[in-house]
Nanobody, 126 residues
Framework: QVQLVESGGGLVQAGGSLRLSCAAS????????VGWFRQAPGKERELVAA????????YYADSVKGRFTISRDNAKNTVYLQMNSLKPEDTAVYYC???????????????????WGQGTQVTVSS
């Protein structure tokens, strides 16, 4: 089993920045692809960004491209989501998810992820 814990959420003004962290513990040996999802009230969960197990491949939703950056430090079992130029529409609960895989690309389907964190709230005020 792998446990994921998100941190770094909070309240920020529009145009500001936050960095989310997703720390993994437990059975972390092996290769894990990671994704960041978000869900706003009344909306479906959506994939924001994803990174391959090596960090060599990344994916961004069009809505965050150029503003968000996903990265990972495998030595620390941690994946980051740097969020810049935040907008009120970025307000949501952000979740990280992990999937054990040897696939070199990113994983984009939520149902392919095995492990999920509890989420961290991000609120962007206008």
């Amino acid at each position: 089993q792998v446990q994921l814990v998100e941190s770094g959420g909070g309240l920020v003004q529009a145009g500001g920045s936050l960095r989310l962290s997703c720390a993994a513990s437990g059975r972390t040996s092996g290769s894990y692809a990671v994704g960041w999802f978000r869900q706003a009230p009344g909306k479906e969960r959506e994939l924001v960004a994803a990174i391959s197990w090596s960090g060599g491949s990344t994916y961004y939703a069009d809505s965050v491209k150029g503003r968000f950056t996903i990265s990972r430090d495998n030595a620390k079992n941690t994946v980051y989501l740097q969020m810049n130029s935040l907008k009120p529409e970025d307000t949501a609960v952000y979740y990280c998810a992990a999937r054990r895989t040897v696939f070199s690309g990113t994983t984009r389907r939520a149902d392919e992820y095995e492990y999920w964190g509890q989420g961290t709230q991000v609120t962007v005020s206008s």
